[in-house]
């Protein structure tokens, strides 16, 4: 299933990197960009993350929330975190459940890997119906970050 503008969001229940549960219900009220990616400490992984690190001002305040998911254990997402000063939370999908959900999985990936989250952003608004969707086909590609800061300007 695509999930598309207008569409309700799927709900999560998953584990941060410091080892405690965070559901999408924790967000109700505030818009909040979801977005995927494959693998930490990649090349482009990391440039995603570190983008929204860098921009976290637009996206973490008291009408807007990120949250980034991967399939990673939230051990490997804590360090990650920490190496990168990311500022924002960390979400482990190991059982691939929200990247089902969202549409945003690789049954096969590179190297013969299985079940890996693909790049995605989604932005979410406060009533939990989604006002961005933009999933991946190429690891090697960014979101639309301007296209997720136009949808976030109009939320806000």
Not at 9 to 16: G, S, Y
Not at 33 to 48: N, Y
Not at 78 to 83: A, N, S, V
Not at 87 to 105: E, M, P, R, V, W
Request: negative net charge.
């Amino acid at each position: 299933m695509t999930l598309k503008a207008g569409d309700k969001a799927p709900l999560f229940k998953l584990i941060d990197s410091d080892k405690k549960e965070v559901s999408s219900e924790d967000f109700k009220g505030k818009n909040l960009i979801v977005h995927f990616f494959p693998a930490a400490f990649t090349g482009v992984c990391t440039t995603q993350l570190c983008t929204v690190r860098d921009a976290i001002g637009m996206y973490h305040n008291d009408s807007c929330d990120v949250v980034a998911i991967s399939v990673d254990l939230p051990f490997t997402l804590g360090k990650f975190k920490e190496l990168e000063n990311l500022n924002f939370t960390l979400l482990s999908d190991f059982n691939k459940d929200a990247s089902h959900a969202y549409g945003a999985i690789y049954e096969n990936w590179i190297l013969g890997l299985k079940g890996v989250s693909k790049r995605a952003a989604f932005v979410i608004d406060a009533h939990g119906i989604i006002q961005y969707a933009e999933v991946l086909e190429s690891a090697g590609d960014l979101p639309n970050f301007a296209a997720i800061n136009d949808t976030i300007a109009r939320l806000n």
